[in-house]
């Protein structure tokens, strides 16, 4: 299982780098995974600085997709998980968690969310409000998809995201897939693309996407109504998705879908890692950051430091105090000279 995985991983990782410098004491090393979205950057880019500065180790940052990063963790590859979207891998993460390999140690933002969108253009003058308005072909047919014309298109996850399987069973649950395909943007910037170029051409867009993003500041789209969040439909989903992710669509068995459900972000560390490193661990447990924050750390990593995870962690050092409250004062010295 482990070859297997490695093999996944030299297949999906982006990268592996260390973000400051290599001064740092080798009595700590800590492997942080990342993903390849902003938000997770910009946690991974401030931890680490903190972790290596401020704490002296040797920090080592992978980053990659969902399902690579994930599976690194559970086997014991990563130390360090900054933003975890716990709800939409719950299904695989609880029974490590459960064994005592990995633990959920916080908060990381206190409320983010997740949702099909529409264009609010196009869901007011179609009158537009739910994911049952959807299945109309007349609808479809503003979205219309040019890789499959007798279909609209749903600009969906990433396929190495987990979000990327669970909007594929909700279409189909919701009966969604008749009318649309799930489409795969590539990558977190493309979806971004394809969201802001719509806006910037006035065309209709029909879109997943989630918060908090610099790009939700600057679009104006409509939440779908979708079903109410119920933990047990949610819960038989997720087997779902998992078995689907772990051999494919033929894989899908009826089952229920619900809206996503509004949630925290959280953190996650291996527990061996903890043990070794509790001055570390409790840095990272008091690690959090309100939304608005998170929010404004967005647009300056998107718009002004052009995706430099050092800089933006340089800015929200230089900018904040709430972090001095993460760290004893020697700690915070320490971080404050490194700037």
Same mark, same amino acid.
Not at 240 to 252: C, F, L, R, S
């Given at each position: 299982?482990?070859?297997?995985?490695?093999?996944?991983?030299?297949?999906?990782?982006?990268?592996?780098?260390?973000?400051?410098? #290599?001064?740092?004491?080798?009595?700590?090393?800590?492997?942080? %995974?990342?993903?390849? =979205?902003?938000?997770?950057?910009?946690?991974?880019?401030?931890?680490?600085?903190?972790?290596?500065?401020?704490?002296?180790?040797?920090?080592?940052?992978?980053? %990659?997709?969902?399902?690579?990063?994930?599976?690194?963790?559970?086997?014991?590859?990563?130390?360090?998980?900054?933003?975890? =979207?716990?709800?939409?891998?719950?299904?695989?993460?609880?029974?490590?968690?459960? $064994?005592?390999?990995?633990?959920?140690?916080?908060?990381? #933002?206190?409320?983010?969310?997740?949702?099909?969108?529409?264009?609010?253009?196009?869901?007011?003058?179609?009158?537009?409000?739910?994911?049952?308005?959807?299945?109309?072909?007349?609808? !479809? $047919?503003?979205?219309?998809?040019?890789?499959?014309?007798?279909?609209?298109?749903?600009?969906?996850?990433?396929?190495?995201?987990?979000?990327?399987?669970?909007?594929?069973?909700?279409?189909?649950?919701? %009966?969604?897939?008749?009318?649309? #395909?799930?489409?795969?943007?590539?990558?977190? %910037?493309?979806?971004?693309?394809?969201?802001?170029?719509?806006? $910037?051409?006035?065309?209709?867009?029909?879109?997943?996407? =989630?918060?908090?993003?610099?790009?939700?500041?600057?679009?104006?789209?409509?939440?779908?109504?979708?079903?109410?969040?119920?933990?047990?439909?949610?819960?038989?989903?997720?087997?779902?998705?998992?078995?689907?992710?772990?051999?494919?669509?033929?894989?899908?068995?009826?089952?229920?879908?619900?809206?996503?459900?509004?949630? !925290?972000? #959280?953190?996650?560390?291996?527990?061996?890692?903890?043990?070794?490193?509790?001055?570390?661990?409790?840095?990272?447990?008091?690690?959090?950051?309100?939304?608005?924050?998170?929010?404004?750390?967005? !647009?300056?990593?998107?718009?002004?430091?052009?995706?430099?995870?050092?800089?933006?962690?340089?800015?929200?050092?230089?900018?904040?105090?709430? =972090?001095?409250?993460?760290?004893?004062?020697?700690?915070?010295?320490?971080?404050?000279?490194?700037?």
């Amino acid at each position: 299982m482990k070859f297997l995985r490695k093999l996944v991983l030299s297949a999906f990782f982006i990268s592996t780098l260390s973000l400051v410098g #290599t001064s740092a004491n080798a009595a700590c090393k800590a492997r942080l %995974g990342d993903f390849d =979205w902003s938000s997770a950057n910009i946690h991974t880019a401030i931890s680490s600085f903190i972790l290596e500065n401020g704490y002296g180790c040797q920090v080592s940052v992978t980053k %990659g997709s969902t399902t690579p990063i994930m599976a690194a963790h559970y086997d014991k590859q990563l130390d360090v998980i900054t933003e975890v =979207w716990y709800d939409n891998i719950i299904a695989n993460y609880e029974p490590h968690e459960k $064994a005592g390999t990995i633990m959920n140690i916080g908060v990381n #933002t206190p409320d983010s969310q997740q949702a099909f969108y529409v264009d609010k253009a196009t869901a007011e003058k179609y009158n537009l409000k739910s994911v049952e308005d959807m299945k109309d072909p007349k609808i !479809a $047919a503003l979205f219309k998809d040019p890789e499959d014309p007798s279909k609209g298109r749903m600009t969906s996850c990433i396929s190495g995201w987990t979000c990327y399987t669970v909007n594929y069973v909700k279409q189909v649950e919701y %009966g969604l897939d008749k009318y649309y #395909t799930n489409f795969d943007p590539g990558s977190g %910037g493309a979806l971004d693309a394809a969201i802001a170029g719509a806006f $910037a051409k006035k065309q209709p867009i029909f879109t997943y996407y =989630w918060a908090p993003t610099g790009l939700m500041g600057k679009v104006d789209l409509v939440r779908l109504k979708e079903p109410a969040y119920e933990a047990k439909c949610w819960a038989a989903m997720s087997e779902v998705v998992e078995a689907i992710k772990a051999n494919g669509k033929d894989a899908y068995k009826k089952s229920c879908a619900s809206e996503y459900q509004d949630m !925290a972000l #959280t953190k996650s560390v291996l527990t061996e890692w903890a043990k070794a490193h509790p001055a570390e661990t409790e840095f990272l447990k008091k690690y959090t950051i309100p939304t608005a924050t998170v929010n404004k750390m967005l !647009a300056f990593y998107e718009d002004e430091s052009d995706g430099d995870m050092l800089l933006t962690a340089k800015e929200f050092l230089k900018t904040e105090t709430m =972090w001095k409250d993460w760290v004893p004062a020697d700690v915070a010295k320490k971080v404050e000279a490194a700037l």
